[in-house]
């Protein structure tokens, strides 16, 4: 896709760095853990003063912000005619998370707009940003479940009904915080959107590259397993005669990182949450509840794994004589982004002076929602050694820059984009 006259007019353009890292550092104030991280879980109280402060900064910058009956909160700057132009992620994290992941991406939309605003730019088409409930999918399932709502993926009621792991429904927690809006749901198609990330995996940094020009979002596959064995005591009972759901788990565990090695490329597996009742170091334990992520850029290689461990459950459950019971959380085939998007956020992002890699992403993001209903993409900066969900997450904010730059001459370039 050419640039058009007006991004090349304006490719000198650059955010105030300094006033992005003021708003990411103020915003990780709110629910601080140990080690620098954050802990804002979608809905919590914690969440909603995060909420109030970025709203607070979208209507310092004369935005109109609307909030849909899933708690999406949009900001559109109105000028220009048509749909807007659309950035934006979330700023729910996971228990143990990080101050980039989602805020970075919330955050580099809102200064996109007000560097344009103060420096007198008015693009031709409005440009918005978008904050999008519970994509961490850690209180709620599944993960990215307000965008999916926003594009009609999901039914309102059904996610507003949805439990969390503390047992609160979805609904009730949007009233009770002050976030359960009136705008409709789906909500309004923009003419193309494009989310700014940390990678939240080791690929740029190993490779010394500053900028990800993402291609395209795994397939995702969430499973809750529940193994029912028979609770016995732990001294008496003979090895022989046990249905151990605790093994059985184990025998899962490892079962699916062999298979994640025996597939190779970019198939990934994880057992990442084990529950045992009742618990106790002197019980063999009744029951074992754990969950699978499963993930691959490939559908039918995605199929393929989850039908071998489809397989090994039925196997274990006969050999060690015990019950087992599957639960879907979320499935999500793989997503490509439109070639337009990528090929533009490449090119501004070389003209910047940055060495740019096209890659897959490894984790789920709001923008594989909105794919669906309009030209969508994703630009990465590094994550210093690839952590993330860690309070330990870190990006240098020479790429923090560098990347909301790229955002910057992408949304103004988009603006331009024929939609046919």
């Not at 994640?260 to 949450?273: D, M, P, R, S």
């Amino acid at each position: 896709m050419p640039l058009g006259d007006f991004a090349v007019k304006n490719s000198e353009l650059r955010i105030d760095g300094e006033r992005l890292m003021i708003r990411i550092n103020t915003l990780a104030d709110i629910s601080p853990i140990e080690g620098g991280g954050n802990c804002r879980l979608a809905l919590t109280d914690d969440d909603r003063d995060g909420r109030d402060l970025v709203v607070s900064w979208m209507r310092d910058c004369d935005l109109e912000v609307s909030i849909d009956a899933i708690g999406n909160i949009i900001g559109i700057w109105n000028v220009g005619t048509g749909a807007p132009v659309m950035s934006g992620s979330h700023i729910d994290t996971v228990r143990t998370g990080g101050r980039f992941d989602g805020c970075y991406g919330v955050l580099a939309g809102l200064e996109v707009i007000e560097t344009c605003q103060k420096a007198g730019i008015a693009p031709r088409r409005p440009l918005a940003v978008g904050i999008f409930t519970d994509e961490e999918g850690a209180r709620f399932a599944p993960d990215m479940l307000g965008s999916l709502v926003y594009v009609g993926g999901l039914a309102l009621e059904e996610a507003q009904d949805t439990i969390a792991i503390d047992g609160a429904r979805l609904g009730d927690e949007l009233m009770r915080i002050g976030y359960l809006g009136t705008t409709p749901c789906p909500g309004l198609i923009p003419h193309a959107f494009v989310e700014l990330h940390i990678e939240q995996g080791p690929r740029l940094e190993a490779n010394n590259v500053r900028i990800g020009a993402v291609t395209s979002v795994q397939g995702i596959s969430w499973l809750e397993v529940t193994v029912t064995g028979q609770s016995n005591h732990a001294g008496t009972t003979p090895m022989s005669l046990r249905h151990d759901p605790a093994y059985v788990a184990a025998e899962i565990t490892v079962f699916v990182r062999k298979l994640a090695n025996e597939i190779g490329g970019n198939q990934v597996c994880t057992v990442g949450k084990i529950d045992l009742f009742p618990n106790l170091t002197n019980v063999v334990p009744a029951r074992a509840t754990l969950t699978l992520d499963v993930r691959n850029t490939d559908e039918s290689i995605l199929q393929h794994a989850e039908s071998r461990i489809k397989d090994f459950l039925v196997e274990i459950g006969k050999s060690e004589g015990v019950t087992i019971a599957k639960r879907e959380l979320a499935r999500f085939e793989p997503v490509n982004f439109d070639h337009r998007v990528i090929d533009c956020i490449e090119k501004i992002a070389l003209a910047q002076g940055n060495t740019v890699q096209r890659m897959p992403s490894g984790a789920g993001h709001d923008a594989q929602m909105l794919a669906r209903v309009c030209p969508s993409g994703m630009i990465f900066v590094p994550s210093v050694k690839g952590i993330s969900h860690n309070p330990a997450e870190f990006t240098d904010t020479d790429d923090l820059v560098a990347g909301a730059n790229i955002l910057l001459q992408t949304m103004l370039s988009l603006t331009t984009m024929e939609t046919n």
